[in-house]
């Protein structure tokens, strides 16, 4: 599955890039994600607790991120399993300034398997949506907290 | 005490009700899930997620410890059992060791790793998701052109080209055929894979009787003989110490002939553990373990004089074969190269196979087994030609076919037809569906802009499977009557069926032959225990073969019942007639059930007959049958939102003498329901990496009653001389005649706007692409090449 | 196709049933959502508190100028009330078109909307209505409207212990024609998309119009431009194709095996089109 979008944040490339290099912003931001520990340079370990409506899953993964290229770019690689299934997923973010803002574009597959993949085909694409935008909006939330 | 009683009214021909049908429709017949014995254990099976994989590591340790586990296996614990098998032997074919658990590697979504044995499904599937598996994951290949191209990810590391084997079979001189033609039609036709999905899946129980060295396997199986013979040898037990009771069997469509890794499996714990244990397959592993059917890439070409003859064909056949051979996967395409030339007399034919082993689970027979793709193609070329010549898709047929006075007729793939009239059915359907007043219909639309379509099949099909040369297992049948006592009879047939009513129509011929009424006949099957051996029932074969077995035992018994009677009569004269022996001379007779007892009291026997009213009848056929008919489809198209509405459906079949013509609809309207889901909304969709992503009911669009139209069908009758019963067969025929039918309906539709071809699934969006100018043409280029 | 482990209770009364919930029961009315997801693995809820068997609970009844339905009343008794159908009859073909009729004696009007599937049929409806459901929590009550509930993909204005309590939906006078049109999703039944119109129209006049959509976006969505475009005018066939082209603008559709974004689209011009003829025909 290919997965692209953009989302405004209301802060400079240098400060989004920045909030998004912290694993504990990261953590923060990323949706059910339980903790952010890391295990190696720009490489964590992650359990995430879905919960969607009646949907609920446990999931352990990694994130990675490689290809950094303050403050224009850098590649998010992002993997979890859990009991009803597992995905991994690999992306190239983008930023570029946009008045006192910045747009964050990207670009990436996602490739989701398992019970997932088998009978959540019509709700796979919306949900992946759905979870970038409360990311975004949750990251967005950040510059009150950390000013 | 009921007397059986003379009855001349013949039943053979009747439509009469299935006398299965009551214990079906009322819940009360027995399935393999209704087994229950005691101090049973339940098994869930541990699968992979991934579609190309090695197991790092595997704990189970937790599992195993979880309160209720008997015991949990893995691969390393199976690997002595023989390997699922494959039936079928085609020179050179390469054969994956297919383990019942994978040891190592993995690959397919679904392949068994493990198994957990519990007291109860709950704990066991528990138990199952504490198993920690550590994987590392492979590139996989999904798609047969995909994995056939350079730099596939190998499926089995020791054939990188990912060939499990190539076939070449011509016939006549093709290269002057098609050197010599006015015209030549290219066309990539597919045939996508299909998930079988009968009502019951699969489902095995298993006891182990150790103080008799027994084992009792029950299974959801079209062929228990064969399975018993399989399986004893997969476990390294003697065959007569197997027994395979096959209960009622809800829906096999092909997929249930087949031996599993399962049935191997629960025989195996069950013999480790000395309990008897279940497994019965969810509808998720249904969808992604049971074998599926079709995956056909097929490049058509047909060379033609210009005045519709054809003149030539050939044919490259990419066969989509899964991870493994199952029992039958590898022959499947070769039944499609045998029906390739159709109805047509075409002299000259080339057909390559390539059989491509893919990430998938494998293919194997399913309803058609073949003979769906080959009719699909050559009656969607036949169509291409007639448009490329302007001609009446009507005439180019008639002036095809092969004609009545040619038959047995030999054909270039080496087949030889038993009989047939081929323009009988199609004028038959033409008169029912109005055609010219349709065609006018049509025109007139037309100039309006509306879409209406009117689409012709016109199959063959080989049925009867089939001289045992020619049938991978052997294609004879067998069928016992033992006629008790007391005079009741029970028919025992090799063939097992498990929704084809055979349980009527042999009754029928039994009760026929005999002269007695139906309701003094029993027709039992699907027991090794109490059935000689048999073959199964798959191939249109169980009446053509099964059903000609049995006229033959019940010859050699009614020889002996005349006997027995004219001897008790002490008459040198006498006759067998509505179950009575009556002497010509004295006009004094005896029934069936005195001359019965008599057998069996055995106070005074004639010279050389033995006691006992018993007879066995093995039935080994000189040809298949080939059966024909015709299909229509009147369709009506949205333009705006690309939706197919089927405005008539007409289906004449021939599938020569009927027994029963309410079981003959019945098989035809289910057929067709099968056709119609091929042609309009089925499709197992592999993504990319391997995953079956209509892996459930939500995703995977099967007909149900509400989408079917109403079938108008109706018979011509051409008897086969292959058997004495003139039956031919009519188990697959609504399903072969009726893709094309659909898809030359919608392409006749779309024919103004200059589609030529559509590939199945005709989903509404494709549709609507192609009403809104996307181009139909599907890529030619690269046939040059690969012809 | 095993479930995990877990708790149920037929709780006697609603608070008892609220009690449960607050402390993290979940609930479980028709069970044709949530059932199939247990199954599957999906979801593993530890304790089930069953809505279904609280009579009071069930109900439909006219009162204030709105019909009032208890969340726990089935699509069928929804499709084949009188009540509905005479006075709501946008509702009672919505009801009458979910799933087959299995699923239609067994979910219920309140599990749809809490669950809140952005292809189920009843958001579509629940929009157009401009429906108000009352959310009852061991402590609290409030009421909710439709435009207010419906967040995203399976997110709703619900609150951690709250359940939906009942659905309000208006009564139609003489002058609405209404039209529920579904294309459907022929494995699962749901809507590829749906489209749910009322329209008023006195003298040859359209005096509003509601419209709303299901399946297209993450959650349904009441699609106001097509409204402004139709308010006004007469109704003639290129005023509705007018106003329906700008139903899907600005929309990131929904894109499946079954549908990609832009055939969606597409079919929701469509679909509009024909739902706002149809319900057209039917106004006085
Ligand atoms: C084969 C099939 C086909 C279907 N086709 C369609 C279709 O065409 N269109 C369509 O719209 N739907 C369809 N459905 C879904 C069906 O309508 C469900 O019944 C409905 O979506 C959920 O209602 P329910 O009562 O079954 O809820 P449940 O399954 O019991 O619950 C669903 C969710 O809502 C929560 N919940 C239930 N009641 C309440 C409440 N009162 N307050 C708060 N939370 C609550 C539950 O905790 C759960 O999370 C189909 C379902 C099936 C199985």
């Known amino acids: ?147 | 005490m009921a007397t059986t009683i003379a009855k001349p009214e013949l039943l053979v021909g009747k439509r009469l009700r299935r006398r299965e049908d009551p214990r079906l429709i009322t819940g009360t017949a027995t399935y393999v899930d209704d087994i229950k014995m005691p101090g049973m254990l339940y098994a869930v099976i541990v699968r992979s997620p991934h579609a190309a994989a090695s197991i790092k590591s595997m704990d189970v340790s937790k599992a195993a410890q979880h309160p209720g586990v008997a015991a949990v296996f893995t691969g390393k614990d199976t690997e002595k059992v023989g390997p699922v098998p494959c039936g079928s032997s085609l020179p050179g074919l390469r054969v994956p060791h297919h383990y019942i658990l994978a040891p190592e590697r993995v690959y397919f979504v679904g392949h068994p790793v493990a198994v957990v044995v519990a007291t109860d499904r709950y704990v066991a599937k528990d138990a199952a998701d504490l198993i920690e598996i550590d994987w590392d994951v492979r590139g996989a290949v999904a798609d047969p052109e995909k994995a056939i191209a350079d730099g596939a990810p190998p499926v089995h590391p020791q054939w990188p080209d990912n060939k499990a084997f190539t076939h070449h079979q011509e016939g006549g001189d093709v290269d002057k055929a098609f050197a010599e033609a006015d015209v030549i039609v290219k066309q990539r036709i597919t045939s996508q894979r299909l998930i079988p999905t009968a009502m019951e899946t699969r489902g095995v129980v298993a006891e182990w009787r150790a103080a008799d060295r027994q084992l009792n396997l029950y299974s959801s199986t079209q062929i228990p003989h064969l399975m018993r013979s399989l399986v004893a040898q997969m476990l390294g037990l003697e065959e007569n110490r197997l027994r395979v009771v096959t209960p009622e069997v809800g829906g096999g469509f092909g997929s249930k002939l087949n031996v599993y890794a399962e049935e191997a499996l629960m025989g195996f714990v069950a013999m480790k553990l000395g309990k008897p244990v279940k497994w019965i397959e969810s509808r998720r592993e249904n969808f992604l373990c049971t074998i599926h059917g079709r995956g056909h890439v097929d490049y058509y070409e047909v060379a033609a004089k210009k005045d519709g003859t054809i003149t030539g064909i050939k044919l490259l056949i990419i066969q989509d074969l899964g991870a493994y051979h199952q029992l039958l996967t590898p022959a499947i395409p070769t039944l499609s190269v045998l029906m390739m030339p159709g109805l047509y007399k075409t002299a000259n034919i080339r057909a390559d196979i390539i059989g491509a082993f893919t990430n998938c689970v494998p293919t194997d027979a399913y309803r058609g087994a073949g003979r769906p793709e080959a009719t699909h193609g050559i009656e969607r070329m036949v169509d291409i030609l007639a448009a490329e010549l302007k001609m009446d898709p009507v005439e180019i047929r008639l002036k095809n076919f092969i004609q009545k006075e040619d038959f047995p007729f030999p054909t270039a793939t080496g087949l030889t037809y038993d009989t047939g009239d081929y323009s009988l059915p199609l004028k038959k359907a033409l008169g029912m569906v109005g055609y010219e007043k349709l065609r006018a219909e049509q025109a007139e639309k037309r100039k309006k802009g509306e879409l209406m379509g009117i689409g012709i099949s016109t199959y063959g099909e080989i049925c009867a499977f089939g001289p045992s040369p020619a049938t991978p297992a052997g294609g004879w049948e067998s069928a016992t009557v033992k006629i008790d006592p007391s005079g009741k009879v029970t028919v025992m047939t090799g063939c097992s069926p498990h929704g084809q009513g055979e349980e009527t129509t042999f009754a029928q011929i039994a009760a026929d032959e005999l002269g007695i009424d139906i309701d003094d006949i029993l027709v039992l099957h699907g027991d090794t225990a109490i059935v000689q051996y048999g073959i199964g029932t798959f191939g249109s074969r169980a009446t053509a073969v099964g059903g000609t077995a049995l006229y033959f035992a019940l010859q050699d018994l009614k020889a002996k019942i005349k006997k027995f009677g004219a001897f008790l009569l002490e008459s040198d004269d006498a006759t067998l007639a509505g179950g009575v022996v009556t002497c010509n001379k004295t006009g004094a007779s005896k029934t069936l059930q005195e001359i019965a007892g008599a057998t069996y009291r055995a106070m005074k026997l004639p010279a050389n007959t033995e006691p006992g009213l018993i007879a066995t009848h093995f039935w080994e056929p000189t040809n298949f049958t080939f059966p024909f008919g015709a299909h229509i489809v009147v369709s009506d198209i949205d333009r705006e939102t690309g939706g197919i509405t089927i405005r008539r459906y007409i289906a004449v079949d021939d599938c020569g003498n009927i027994l029963n013509p309410l079981i003959v609809d019945g098989q035809v309207h289910g057929g067709v329901a099968q056709g119609l889901g091929q042609a309009l909304w089925e499709e197992a969709v592999y993504d990319e990496s391997g995953q079956l992503v209509t892996g459930e009911m939500t995703d995977y669009v099967l007909p149900r009653a509400h989408m079917m139209p109403w079938i108008e069908s109706d018979h011509t009758t051409t008897p086969t001389p292959v058997n004495p019963l003139g039956v031919k067969g009519v188990g697959e025929a609504g399903t072969i005649g009726c893709s094309p039918a659909m898809v030359n309906s919608v392409v006749d539709a779309l024919s103004p706007l200059g589609v030529r071809h559509i590939d199945m699934p005709m989903t509404p969006e494709k549709i609507w692409r192609l009403v809104q100018g996307a181009s139909s043409q599907e890529p030619v280029a690269r046939m040059g090449e690969r012809l | 196709m095993i479930p995990q482990t877990f708790e149920y209770t037929a709780p006697k009364t609603l608070e008892e049933a609220l009690q449960i919930i607050a402390g993290g029961g979940k609930p479980l009315s028709g069970g044709m959502s949530l059932i199939p997801m247990m199954k599957l693995r999906l979801a593993a809820p530890d304790h089930l508190v069953d809505l279904g068997r609280l009579k009071d609970l069930h109900y439909i009844r006219e009162e204030g100028g709105a019909l009032h339905i208890g969340a726990t009343t089935t699509h069928q008794d929804v499709a084949s009330s009188a009540l509905v159908r005479g006075k709501c009859p946008l509702l009672a073909q919505t009801a009458g078109g979910v799933g087959d009729p299995q699923v239609r004696n067994r979910g219920t009007i309140g599990g749809s909307v809490a669950h809140a599937d952005p292809s189920a049929d009843y958001p579509a409806a629940m929009q157009a209505l401009e429906a108000k459901f009352v959310l009852k929590g061991a402590k609290s009550e409030r009421t909710v409207a439709a435009a207010d509930f419906f967040l995203d993909t399976f997110l709703t204005a619900l609150e951690p212990g709250e359940i939906v309590r009942e659905v309000i939906v208006p009564v139609e006078d003489g002058s609405t024609g209404t039209h529920y049109e579904k294309v459907v999703q022929k494995a699962s039944g749901f809507a590829v998309v749906g489209i749910a119109v009322r329209i008023s129209r006195k003298a040859g006049k359209i005096v509003w119009a509601r419209v709303g959509v299901t399946g297209l976006a993450n959650h349904a969505y009441r699609a106001t431009a097509v409204e402004k475009g139709l308010a006004g005018t007469s109704g003639g066939a290129t005023e509705v194709q007018n106003a329906a082209a700008v139903v899907a603008d600005g929309i990131e559709a929904n894109s499946d095996l079954h549908a990609s974004a832009e055939y969606r689209k597409h079919l929701a011009v469509v679909h509009t089109i024909r739902a706002l003829l149809a319900a057209l025909a039917r106004t006085a």
């Open chain 1, 1 to 147: 599955m290919k997965i692209s979008g953009s989302h405004t944040l209301q802060f400079p490339p240098e400060k989004a890039y920045t909030l998004m290099q912290d694993p504990d912003v990261l953590a923060r931001a990323i949706p059910g994600c339980e903790s952010l520990e890391k295990t190696g340079e720009d490489e964590y370990r992650m359990k995430m607790k879905m919960a969607l409506a009646s949907f609920s899953g446990a999931f352990e993964g990694k994130v990675r991120i490689t290809d950094q290229t303050p403050p224009q770019s850098f590649r998010l690689l992002v993997e979890g399993t859990g009991k009803i299934g597992f995905m991994r997923g690999n992306g190239l973010l983008k930023l570029a300034a946009s008045g006192a803002g910045t747009e964050v574009s990207y670009e990436g597959d996602a490739l989701v398997g398992g019970t997932m993949a088998a009978v959540g085909q019509r709700l796979i694409d919306g949900t992946a949506r759905m979870l970038i935008k409360r990311f975004f909006e949750k990251l967005g939330e950040e510059k009150a907290a950390s000013g």
